[in-house]
């Protein structure tokens, strides 16, 4: 039995929280490659922006009419919890704190996101992305568990490299279902045809 399509609705509902992550990596990217006198402070404002950003549209792609009801419980808890250690990283007291922080973050909206690919991809098709950025989110996480002895520049760089993976994929699967928004297109304006004839 082929596996589900994505459907021209469900690309478009998802469409722009996904493009809209993607960008939001792609910015924290380029913070961690271009930054090279970042201390503590800069490393902690912008780890806290992102993570709190990127949870917001995580929120946003779960909520979507078009996604399962049964998938908004698991999915939205990693969003919630990616949000609430961007706050908190705010107020770490050292560069090893932020650094658990975002693992603790990165940790729990990956696990989300397997859990999502694993049991609800044949129904919300959209979430067969996940099984890469769930497996990115665990990976960097399981770095950042051992970045007790970095400075602000290392940790920022590590951070960074893990986001640039996130940036890529995301903005993939962003055109991707671009993609899948236009691909009905053709068949939609052959209709009124098909009903006049």
Known sequence: MPAPKTTPTQAQDVFRPVFLRGLTAVAYALLSIFWIGA????????TAGFLVVTGVFMWQYVVVGSAPEKSRGAYAAGAGLMLLAGIATIFATSVAWIGYIAAFAFLASGIAELYVFAKLRHAFPPFRNQLVTGAVGVILAMALCFSGGMDAHALFGLIGGGTIVLAVFELIAGFGHRHEMK???????DIPEQENN
């Open 183 to 189: 691909a009905e297109a053709p068949h939609a304006a």
């Open 39 to 46: 201390d503590q402070k800069a490393l902690a404002y912008s």
